[in-house]
């Protein structure tokens, strides 16, 4: 799923159209040994989670995986200079599942070029 067309970048991104990383999201519980299937996966541009930030909703398959997905990262050429502030771009998740403990602003690095695997571990409430 690519989320950003090259025609229509991200506005917050100051890098070209092509300079984007990846995220593929895996849910599990018991320490990773149970994957989570039809978990919901949020994934915000900023941490505050308002609907005008939401860039996509995925869902888990049966083995706890998302859809990698296309997200704009900076030129990779801008990690090479020491006055870059950050050589990634900053996201955040939200995983909501049936009868566990929804997990919330879960930050995420999205560099150029660099598929980027988020493993979540979720917990059953405390009842």
């Known amino acids: 799923m690519n989320i950003y067309e090259t025609e229509t970048p991200w506005a917050g991104n100051t ?3 092509d300079s984007f990383g990846y995220l593929r999201i895996s849910v ?3 320490l990773r040994a149970l994957p ?3 978990a ?3 994934v915000y541009s900023d941490e505050r989670e308002r609907a005008q930030d939401l860039l996509a909703v995925l869902t888990t398959n ?3 995986l998302t859809e990698q997905i296309s997200l704009p990262a900076p030129l990779l050429g801008n990690s090479l200079t020491p ?3 950050n050589p990634y771009n900053l996201f955040y998740v939200r995983i909501v599942a049936a009868d ?3 997990r919330d602003r879960i930050p995420v690095q999205i560099f150029p ?3 980027s695997d988020l493993v979540v571990n979720m917990q059953p409430p405390i009842r």
Do not use: C, H, K, R
Request: hydrophobic share 45%.
């Open 40 to 42: 919901q996966v949020s």
């Open 100 to 102: 566990y403990v929804t």
């Open 62 to 64: 049966e083995s706890g």
């Open 113 to 115: 070029g660099i598929i």
């Open 83 to 85: 006055d870059q502030v």
């Open 15 to 17: 890098a070209p159209p």
């Open 36 to 38: 989570l299937m039809n």
């Open 28 to 30: 599990a519980a018991a």
